[in-house]
DNA sequence: TTGGTTCCGTGCGGTAACACACATTACACT
DNA sequence: AGTGTAATGTGTGTTACCGCACGGAACCAA
């Protein structure tokens, strides 16, 4: 069983290394060590020194702040469309944010030195974390602006959107006391929107899984929040063939 | 007049341009342009292109989000600690949101052609800005959790002190409506807090100014969102002995 | 089948911030 | 000095979310 599962794993999964170049692939391909990542495991804590960056593939991440007071709030997640660790290479080493597993999965880590090394080299590695860096700005920002002015429910429904994106199913593991330390709201909360939301005919679930039955509607229950960070990601990690040379000055893309 | 006035202008009155090089922004400094930067004034549109970046010197500019409803809310702001338009370097050339000159003064411009020329030497100009970046994240992730867990009374707090930090006196022209707008709350909402933390002896304030009286006051009133952000912009940005050479994996810094 | 534990549902009172309406005041300008 | 406008103060009712308490149900393991 072991080895017929680990054979279904491939870096590729995830997006970020499936459109680097087949070369710089080639050449940090055998570094990529598969792991395992239980819900609940901590990669992350505040202040602390990475030692690897993380790939994510069929797991998801969750970056957090966590308050004096205990409390928690998302900042933003991390999917097989990015990369845990973009610290390591903008300069600072350490953030003041904690990385924990959301859902259970596996992905592929990278020593930091070797990341360092390709990403020093200037190049396709060095674009394409800067533009990932770019995206994950944009999902921090429109988690502020969402926390700001959007009700948990439109809340809940832009993170069950971009969770889902992340997973091949539609169905995640997670309770609702999760989902609630996730948003930063009161588990009660979430019994009641995820409540009206099955009522709706949205959603459905059960004791620790949640299955998304009608996509589109919970797209019209969304804030505008979800497409400005869905957009963000595509209009900046799908058109990779400019990686291959420096950042110039050029036409508007008809992107947006 | 407009020759002494403009003689007490020095761009190195930014840090960022402060902390580089000599021989970096000797090769530069010819290209600053010395521009005015009226209140209220918008100087990016969100999807917009860039033709410069800004420097503020005496300005402070706010990183908005601008929603479909018309609401506002801010990101994150800019004084004469950063620069705008990251988006020129880190790849998407574009960002959804809006700059808007929040504070009125001068700062200075750089062609965008010329920091991206700088910026592809990949030598100190870029690890600054991309320290800078970094530290902008953290602003930008604070102020979601701020959103998310503090009250209004405790933001402003944290707004007037990192607004204060930018300005060389302990006054800000700004009228309630404005700053209603920048924390995106009612103006109701800061005519009763300002008022509180006027009777509580912190600031005063008549139409149109504020003005912080006790300063030690108002950290005890603010929440730890201040500190972080402004402990992580100190730890980024005034360790600059290390911009002459590429990140590598080094020891853990005493600095926090 | 039977506990036991974790998760979910619900009710109730409290409160911070909202939306709207309107009174009042400070300042700029002539 | 007077006047108009922009800014600030205040009141009223509403709502979304919170904190707490506890009942009930689903799943697990023996």
């Known amino acids: 069983m072991g080895i017929i599962k680990t054979a279904s794993h491939n870096p590729l999964q995830n997006h970020l ?4 170049p087949a070369e710089i692939f ?5 570094q990529l060590e598969l792991i395992p ?31 004096e007071s205990g409390a928690t709030a998302e900042i933003a997640g991390v999917g097989n469309e990015g990369m845990l660790g973009i610290s390591i290479f903008m300069g600072g080493n350490t953030t003041p944010s904690r990385a924990i ?9 990278l020593k930091t030195r070797l990341m360092l090394e390709e990403f020093n ?3 396709p590695m060095m674009r394409l974390m800067l533009r ?41 593991t997670m309770t609702q006391e999760l ?24 959603i459905s679930y059960r004791r620790g899984h949640i299955t998304v039955i009608d996509r589109a509607g919970l797209e019209k229950y969304t804030c505008e929040c979800y497409n400005v960070v869905k957009q963000e990601f595509h209009r900046l990690l799908s058109d990779t063939g400019t990686l291959n040379r420096p950042a110039v000055k050029h036409k508007i893309h008809s992107t947006l």
Chains 1, 2 share one sequence.
Not at 101 to 109: A, K, L, M, S
């Open 37 to 67: 990542m239980p819900l609940g495991e901590i990669l992350y804590e505040s202040g602390g020194q990475l030692q690897h960056v993380y790939f994510p593939t069929t797991s998801i991440l969750s970056l957090h702040y966590v308050m």
């Open 101 to 109: 597993v959301q859902t259970g999965g596996h992905g592929y880590r």
């Open 17 to 20: 290394l499936a459109v680097l």
């Open 132 to 172: 990932y860096t770019q995206a994950l700005i944009t999902q921090i920002s429109q988690t502020a602006v969402c926390n700001r002015h959007h009700s948990v429910e439109q809340q809940l429904c832009r993170w069950l959107l971009l969770t889902l994106d992340r997973l091949p199913s539609n169905e995640l």
């Open 26 to 30: 080639d050449s940090i391909s055998a």
């Open 121 to 123: 080299r200037c190049g």
């Open 179 to 202: 989902v609630a330390s996730m948003l930063g709201v009161r588990r009660e909360g979430i019994t009641e929107t995820a409540g009206n939301l099955q009522r709706a005919g949205l």
